[in-house]
């Protein structure tokens, strides 16, 4: 079974960018959609962007459309997520996870395997 571990949190000024890494140990991992997810104080984890199985198909929250794109690269079984124009409320605990699908319109969706997260700080 897929394992997997993200990097690249930390703290930033408003408006700074962050490039977060999910990475997959284990067998398969091009067959497997994949998401990013956060999850701030007191608030519940929402689905903030997701790539299906051939790049082909991406999604992003309202939210953050326009400011973090998502890349994957299946020779070194890694997932990224480019954050950029970082605000306050983008503060969360950032986590990664294997999904069923990735609806373009409606996000990820069927979670399975999670990373530990990695937290994202956004402050002045």
């Known amino acids: 079974q897929v394992q997997l571990v993200e990097s690249g949190g930390g703290l930033v000024h408003p408006g700074g960018s962050l490039r977060l890494s999910c990475v997959a140990a284990?067998?398969?991992?091009?067959?497997?959609?994949i998401g990013w997810f956060r999850q701030a104080p007191g608030k519940e984890r929402e689905g903030v962007s997701c790539?299906?199985?051939?790049?082909?198909?991406?999604y992003y929250t309202d939210s953050v459309t326009g400011r973090f794109t998502i890349s994957r690269d299946d020779t070194k079984n890694t997932v990224d997520l480019q954050m950029s124009n970082l605000q306050p409320e983008d503060t969360a605990v950032y986590y990664c996870?294997?999904?069923?699908?990735?609806?373009?319109?409606?996000?990820?969706?069927?979670?399975?395997?999670w990373g530990s997260g990695t937290q994202v700080t956004v402050s002045s």
């Open positions: 996870a294997t999904v069923d699908y990735c609806n373009p319109e409606y996000g990820p969706g069927g979670t399975h395997t």
């Open positions: 284990g067998p398969s991992f091009d067959y497997y959609s």
């Open positions: 790539i299906g199985i051939t790049r082909g198909s991406t």
